[in-house]
């Protein structure tokens, strides 16, 4: 009878203990299990990739599905075997891929890779607005697709986290560009960037004191150039000042001084961004004329039109032209030229945002949480979000927020 009673207590004392692990798995929010595609880039010497394979190992470690086409990270030497032996699966038809529920990519989808999409996907990728065409967005419109532009995913300290990373890349990039460039092997004039004892450092003058500008000031100094910057905001010359530690010349853009620090430097690198369309065009073809023989141009805002009036768009293989005995480097897309680099630095954002739309249930329940990723959204489930882009090309603009809100 004792043994009896104790068997008893035994059993309400266990069940007294699961409640409140039962409780709070009800409390935890449903997990879904994603499945991630990874199209091979087609984009003109586009070398990145979304994710690398350790980071593909941790979503499959997570319960989630990932379909890789083959040779995708190829470009940025990550080969099949790395990804395959992480639990992704490799495929050779990129149909297969596009039958994944969520789609990330670097460079924006084409018509034709739009057509192989299914209807309510998920996609990450670039918008590219100085290229972006009406019927691209009607054609994501039309499948209903919720769509994300890296360019507009921000962090939690309100920073355009894509953007920052890639303009890191492309600034230090730039200065060591520009030590290929002066040195004879690419027809310069045999100098080294930087200087030695005894000898009058290399000249380099940065326009714009955005990131580019200050990474690309931070490279050039710990080289041991001469660095001049100019911006026409005293606010980011200031910051950017306050950043590096150190006191170099800066100035806003008086036509005068900048016509004599460019005419007498040896390096000039061009990284003035505009907020919308185009980048303002600083530095006049005369000016040009005027620098010293085998000098160097390097035009980081080529993508939004240059701040050279001598500019014109080049690519990696092809990257220089002269004009006025001038070398010019025209290439838009600096940061495919470091591509491992610049994939590390994309995956250390993208993988964080993939857990969270498993762990919260969801890309709704991830906008609805997180205003850093709402704020990258341009359509929602076929709806135009982006007020520029819908006033720019002629759609009918739906809150976001108001959308969210009614569906949630």
Partial sequence: MKKTMMGCFSEVAQQAMMQPQEALEQVKPKKNKL???????????ENRIALTPLSVALLVNSGHQVVIESNAGAAANFDDIKYSEQGAKIVYDVKEVYEADIIIKIAPPTLEEIELMKHNQILFSALQTATLKKEHLSALMNKKITALAFEYLRDEGNVLSVVRAMSEIVGATSVLIAAEYVSNVFGGKGLMLGGVTGVPPTEIVILGAGTVGEYAARTAIALGAEVKVFDSSLFRLRRLQNNIGSRVFTSVIQPLVLEKAITTCDVVIGAIRAQHGRSPCVVSEETVAKMK?????????IDQGGCFETSEVTNHKNPVFRKYDVIHYCVPNIASRVSRTATYALTNIFTPILIDIGDMGGIMELIWAKAGVRNAVYIYQGAMTNKDLAQRYGFAHKDLNLLVVSKH
């Fill in 35 to 45: 499945y991630i595609g990874i199209p091979k880039e087609t984009s003109y010497q």
């Fill in 293 to 301: 023989p085998n000098s160097v141009i390097i035009d980081v805002s």
